[in-house]
């Protein structure tokens, strides 16, 4: 059976990427036109000046607050492709910036030893869940939920409930310190997203985790280890969010384990989501997750912008997950289009 | 190999067992513990997550989930408080609407997940986002009630003892248990609910209303949320857009705890009274041992999970394995 | 006549591209155990599904009781009096039975649910059929028969008048069907029409009182079982007449050596429980070995055992004279087998991934992470498999989902044969597909042949098997009840092992 090629523009709204694109871009357009003074012929929403050698502005903000969203959202998008959730990433942040708080102000361990066993945590947090839904079989929801719970409390019980502040000079420039112009942070999320990118792109890894995703039962009967893929993607969520978390413990230069990472991974989830990759798993996006977590990000900062208080920002959030959960829905097009064809005969 | 009778019971008695375990223990550490006034306690300073945690059981036995609730609950109280301080509305009727409102959006996410098979996760969460922003477009702050009638309903309770007495929201919350017993055990509705949970696809194929069923659940728990602000509000005098935060995920771990499995099907509404008891107990625990800290809550919380849902897996695996192999041609 | 419960007539009804039922009858009188049978593709699952209502039909009528009916639902037939109880039981498992039997209609005093009297019901329910049971307890917690039979009562309990048994005793011990019997004899001499679908030829002889045999969306007839001997039924269902069958000459029987070959793969008393007994078989190098039977038989079962996805509880296997164990499908590709599996869509076909990685992702897999095949490489690979089978796509990158049926067949028999393995598992590799693309498929499987592999080649057409394989092992009911090799070969034979009444 061979079928034409599809005509371009339905090649085009098929595509993975169109549609957050698309959202980022119209929200975009309406920041510009909300912010433009027309006869000065400037946007303030767009406007960058370099100061002391480093780029500002609205939309370096965005890049910049949206990191942790932007890591969070990395590594949950290889946990969704595999059909699975990772609702930990919240405490798991909070686990790093505390293990890296405490390390930096209380022992004289060298900066990148701290690092590496506060990332070292957050991946063995995230191999105890990969085991508990690879090994186990508990479904993903539950096993994650259970690190969410206690995580928290286990990064309390380090602190002895206290937040710990630090000025600590390496740490606080994680998060607040320019690299080349621009905020580090964007740096990090850079070396990142590329790592993840190569590892899954110029391995077999992605195909893997997209066949696992897609019919698991088929690729482990291609021979696939599909237990060990499933543990590895919940090692890099772990990580993800471990970076993600030194990050947020920098910004505010202390380590505040009840509120670091709060809701944050419903808005990692929305985030893959909304880039375009389907919640039962299979293809994924990493880019598109990315423009999912810039989107999200650019809603709250143009609210912001708007004087709408950043708290109630989760109410075009709610229009916005649902409008996307409806696109995706198989049953919502076919009765979309059986209205279509009633109302044209 | 028949396994013990009513092998689903298992993880009830589970649950009682450590609940009884944790109180007694509790009652020989700390003098005083063991008391009418503790035992109260538990009931009405946790009678919000325990009208939640009802409703939540309903949602997760029929296989589905809930996120929005915490966010509910934030939304009603700050409501209910600005309605009668800000806007000199009577408590019953700022209730009501609250109420209203609460069942409207459960109602709404229900048709949703219904009509169009979304995924209750993701349409529960955009439930949430949206209850949570409308409580800070009500108010960005805490509002104060102070209303008479208030006072009158804080000055109501059954006198147990000389000193010890059953407060509203104790009232309230074990009313709402007796109906959520009645609605599980003795209407259709709640059988349907169980069938739901336990296999859609035959309980379609039986002619279950499975449609209705499944919307019906997320209004009733858009209900009890509401419920559980407005019983919050008695509690804390105020409401607040932050109240809530996070609620979810203890209503989650009490329905849990007490031996509903989260895939559905299997549980009893009994079980979530004891979960949420345990988790009253745990931090009752913490009050009276000025040592302890209110972290341990959250981790004791998560071990509980762990043990619980390992202890579920188990008992589906054994008797996945005691019964006959399916083949296929 | 006033004894006639069921008549369909000219029931037709179309899929895109396949027809699946054309100008089907059925009867079924009152009092009356009728078996439905035919093999894969027959469309006896699509004429119940149209009598039920989960299909409309295209064309024909359905009379039932007098009234003509078309019901839009299984709910709507159960209301009419037709009630069904499929294979995989649909009912709650962790409900108790009596809540199962009644669920929906559960009885109610002053407002709650009255347990006793559910009890009571579902008590009297089953003492239609003979059985005295703990109503009370899970249903899971009784074995798969019980299962069925608190199906059946829940079926009568809605006043079903006719019903239909689909593949019941699939998983049921030979006590247990002889339960089942009791419980069908009872209720046909209450005068209940009974239709029992099932592929157990030896059950069909036991039970029914008339057979239809479908083949290929046709009716080919209606017998009565007690004038319709075995031999002829199996010829109906395979197409053939006994007494037409000439005899084939199989390729083998031409072929060259049939003497000394090297042994690949041997097993010695292997068997699974509830799967196929305990059976011997052996693959020489460049051999093709059939496995012939009727639906059912076991062959899925050996091929599934070989490939390590179940675990066998008896006997062993050995490669190059060396026991191995296969464990899983990982441990069974290392030693140079591969599977290609009869039910695609779950086993088979990764829908969103493309045709090209489908077709290399078996490869890769044993490539491990890093050591990646080349794009060339792997269009080289992709290119000659879209020749050499004819793979109908728009292109290498064209999802599997948006191909047909066939062709998706045609790029999963390419993910093995890519694999290039000693032993080749085929299970129905020619379902679906078109009848040149099956010719060269089978011309494929030849070169395999000649080149050394050894291919296990299942089909459930037996004019197939035969011109393919130089020897065969016969299946029946879960048992190897016979081997031919090189001349032996022929239809006819085959055929009587399977009718043989042993």
């Given amino acids: 059976m061979s079928a034409d090629p599809l005509p371009f523009w339905k090649r085009l709204l098929s595509s993975r990427g169109f549609w957050p694109i698309t959202g980022l871009a119209l929200l975009l357009l309406f920041d510009l036109v909300y912010t433009t003074d027309f006869f000065r012929h400037e946007s303030s929403f767009f406007r960058l000046e370099i100061r002391d050698g480093h780029l500002y502005g609205t939309l370096i903000d965005i890049l910049n607050q949206g990191s942790k969203g932007i890591l969070l959202a990395l590594g949950m998008t290889l946990v969704i492709a595999t059909g699975g959730v990772d609702l930990s990433v919240g405490a798991v942040m909070a686990i790093s910036g505390v293990i890296a708080a405490l390390l930096a102000t209380q022992t004289n361990i060298p900066f990148p030893v701290v690092i590496a066993l506060a990332l070292v945590a957050t991946l063995v947090a995230g191999l105890w869940n990969g085991a508990l839904v690879a090994y186990v079989g508990v479904q993903p929801i539950v096993a994650t939920l259970i690190l969410m719970v206690a995580g928290r409390g286990v990064a309390l019980l380090f602190t002895d409930g206290q937040i710990i502040t630090f000025t600590h000079e390496p740490l606080v420039y994680v998060g607040n310190g320019h690299f080349l112009g621009l905020p580090f942070t964007t740096t990090i999320v850079a070396v990142v997203f590329l790592a993840l990118a190569l590892l899954t792109r110029k391995t077999s890894l992605g195909m893997f985790i997209e066949s696992t995703g897609d019919n698991e039962r088929a690729s482990g009967f291609c021979g696939l280890n599909v237990r060990a893929i499933k543990l590895l993607v919940y090692g890099f969520s772990g990580v993800c969010a471990g970076v993600a978390g030194l990050i947020a413990t920098s910004n505010i230069k202390a380590a505040d384990s009840s509120r670091v990472g709060e809701n944050m991974e419903l808005d990692a989830i929305c985030a893959v989501v909304v880039g375009g990759t389907s919640l039962s798993g299979g293809r994924f996006t990493l880019v598109g997750s990315i423009i999912g977590a810039i989107l999200i990000q650019t809603l709250t900062t143009t609210m912001y912008g708007l004087g709408v208080p950043p708290a109630v920002a989760p109410v075009p959030k709610a229009l916005v997950v649902v409008a996307v959960c409806l696109l995706q829905s198989e049953t919502f097009r076919t009765k979309v289009r059986r209205l279509f064809k009633r109302s044209s005969t | 190999m028949r396994l013990p009778l009513h092998r689903q019971q298992i993880p009830l008695a589970a649950t009682a067992i450590v609940l009884l375990i944790l109180f007694g223990t509790a009652a020989l550490l700390y003098k005083g513990f063991f008391s009418i006034k503790v035992v109260l306690n538990l009931f009405s300073d946790n009678a919000f997550l325990g009208i939640t945690a009802l409703g939540m059981t309903f949602v997760i036995l029929s296989g589905g989930i809930d996120l929005s609730i915490g966010a509910v609950i934030g939304f009603t109280t700050i409501f209910v408080a600005s309605m009668i301080s800000q806007h000199a509305m009577h408590p019953i009727l700022a209730w009501a609407l609250a109420l209203l409102l609460g069942t409207g959006l459960g109602a709404a996410m229900g048709l949703l997940i219904h009509l169009f098979k979304l995924p209750p996760f993701m349409v529960t969460l955009g439930g949430m986002f949206f209850a949570r922003g409308m409580a800070f477009v009500v108010s960005m702050l805490s509002v104060g009630i102070n209303h008479p009638f208030y006072e009158r309903v804080l000055a109501l309770g059954i006198p147990v003892t000389e000193r010890a007495v059953i407060p509203a929201s104790a009232m309230i919350f074990l009313a709402l248990f007796v109906v959520a017993l009645y609605l599980a055990h003795y209407t259709r509705f709640g059988r349907n609910v169980y069938a739901l949970g336990g296999n859609e696809q035959s309980a379609i194929l039986m002619g279950l209303p499975v449609g209705y069923t499944q919307v019906m659940v997320y209004t009733f728990n858009g209900f009890c949320s509401a419920l559980a602000g407005i019983v919050l509000t008695f509690y804390t005098g105020s409401g607040n857009p932050i109240h809530g935060i996070g609620m979810e995920l203890d209503a989650i771990a009490c329905v849990v705890i007490g031996g509903t499995l989260l895939t559905g099907g299997i549980g009893y509404v009994a079980g979530t009274l004891l979960g949420v008891l345990i988790f009253g107990t745990i931090q009752s625990i913490l009050l009276f041992d000025g040592r302890l800290n209110s972290w341990w809550l959250r981790i004791v919380i998560g071990l509980l999970l762990f043990l619980f849902i390992v202890l579920q897996k188990l008992l589906s695996s054994a008797s996945a394995s005691s019964r006959t192999e399916k083949v296929t041609p | ?502």
């Avoid at chain 3, 039924?233 to 069958?245: D, H, S």
């Avoid at chain 3, 076909?349 to 490489?377: F, M, T, Y």
Wanted: aromatic share 4%; hydrophobic share 40%; glycine share 10%.
């Fill in chain 3, 1 to 502: 006549m006033n004894d006639v419960l069921l008549e369909m007539r000219g029931i037709t009804k179309a899929f895109p591209g396949v027809k699946a039922l054309s100008d089907v009858e059925l009867v079924v009188g009152r009092g009356e155990v009728h078996a439905v049978m035919g093999e894969n593709g027959a469309g006896k699952s699509t004429l119940i599904k149209v009598l039920t209502g989960v299909y409309p039909r295209d064309a024909g009528m359905v009379v039932f009781c007098g009234k003509t009916i078309s019901p839009a639902a299984p709910i709507e037939a159960e209301a009419l009096g037709i009630s069904t109880v499929y294979q995989e039981v649909n009912l709650i498992p962790h409900l108790s039975v009596a809540e199962n039997i009644l669920l929906g209609r559960q009885p109610k005093r002053l407002g709650f649910l009255s347990w006793r009297a559910i009890r009571r019901q579902a008590e009297k329910a089953l003492e239609r059929l003979g059985l005295h049971l703990d109503v009370t307890q899970e249903l899971s917690s009784y074995s798969v028969a019980i299962q069925q039979m608190a199906a059946i009562a829940r079926a009568l309990d809605v006043d079903a008048r006719l019903l239909i048994l689909d593949e019941p005793t699939s998983s049921l011990d030979e006590q247990e069907v002889d339960e089942l019997f009791r419980v069908m004899r009872k209720l046909r001499a209450d005068g209940l029409g009974i239709i029992f679908i099932t592929h157990f030829l030896d059950q069909v002889y036991e039970i029914s009182d008339r057979i239809t045999v479908l083949r290929n969306g046709e009716l080919v007839g209606v017998y009565d079982t007690s004038s319709l001997p075995r031999l002829t039924l199996i010829g109906k269902m395979l197409g053939k007449k006994p007494e037409e069958v000439e005899r084939l000459e199989s390729t083998a029987a031409t072929a060259k050596d049939t003497t000394e070959r090297k042994t690949v793969i041997e097993a010695q008393g292997l068997g699974r429980q509830g799967g196929i007994a305990p059976f011997d078989m052996h693959m020489c190098e460049g051999e093709v070995l059939g496995l012939a039977g009727l639906l059912g038989s076991g062959r899925t079962e050996i091929a599934r055992l070989l490939f390590g996805i179940d675990r066998a509880d008896a006997g062993e296997v050995r490669i190059d004279g060396q026991p191995v164990s296969l464990t899983s499908s990982r441990k069974a590709i290392a030693r140079g087998i591969g599977f290609c599996s009869e039910d695609r869509k779950s086993e088979g076909v990764i829908p969103h991934l493309s045709v090209r990685e489908n077709i290399i992702l078996a490869i890769q897999a044993s490539r491990g992470l890093l050591k990646l095949l080349s794009r060339q490489e792997q269009l080289k690979i992709v290119d000659h498999y879209i020749q050499a089978l004819n793979i109908k796509t728009p292109g290498p990158e064209t999802p599997m989902e948006s191909l047909s049926g066939g062709n998706q067949q045609k790029v999963l028999l390419a993910r093995w044969l890519a694999m290039q393995p000693r032993i080749i598992i085929l299970d129905e590799p020619t379902r679906g597909i078109d009848v040149g693309s099956k010719a060269e498929i089978e011309k494929l499987v030849a070169s395999l042949r000649e080149r050394g592999m050894s291919v296990l080649f299942i089909s459930s057409e037996l004019e197939e098997v035969v011109r393919n394989c130089q020897r065969i092992l016969v299946l029946r009911d879960r048992k190897k009840v016979g081997e031919l090799a090189g001349g032996e070969i022929d239809e006819q034979r085959i055929m009587g092992l399977i009718a043989k009444n042993v």
